[in-house]
């Protein structure tokens, strides 16, 4: 059974910072999606199996980085420059697939709880 458990949401001010982590039960390729009321989950960052190749949507580009930690099994993703447009329930995901279409939802088997990010104006 693949587990992803997510923490490191909360309540931070416009131009602020957060960082999340997924803890995993093993080693994935890893994405982050974000989801609003009413709204399609929508793809955030991805990062390869290896950890050498990292993808972004235009939004957070020079703003967020996703990084991950192999020996601890965990993904980070590292959030700068935060805007209320930011504000979304994040969620982490794994695919059985080492390589994938990382924007895709449907490319993820496993998905975490969700944490709640809100940043404030």
């Known amino acids: 059974q693949v587990q992803l458990v997510e923490s490191g949401g909360g309540l931070v001010q416009a131009g602020g910072s957060l960082r999340l982590s997924c803890a995993t039960s093993?080693?994935?390729?890893m994405g982050w999606f974000r989801q609003t009321p009413g709204k399609e989950r929508e793809f955030v960052a991805h990062i390869s199996w290896s950890g050498l190749n990292t993808y972004y949507t235009d939004s957070v580009k020079g703003r967020f980085t996703i990084s991950r930690d192999n020996a601890k099994n965990t993904v980070y993703l590292q959030m700068n420059s935060l805007k209320p447009e930011d504000t979304a329930v994040y969620y982490c995901?794994?695919?059985?697939?080492?390589?994938?279409?990382?924007?895709?939802?449907?490319?993820?088997?496993?998905w975490g709880q969700g944490t709640q990010v809100t940043v404030s104006s």
């Open positions: 995901a794994a695919p059985q697939k080492r390589y994938i279409a990382y924007a895709r939802r449907d490319a993820y088997d496993y």
């Open positions: 093993g080693r994935y390729a």
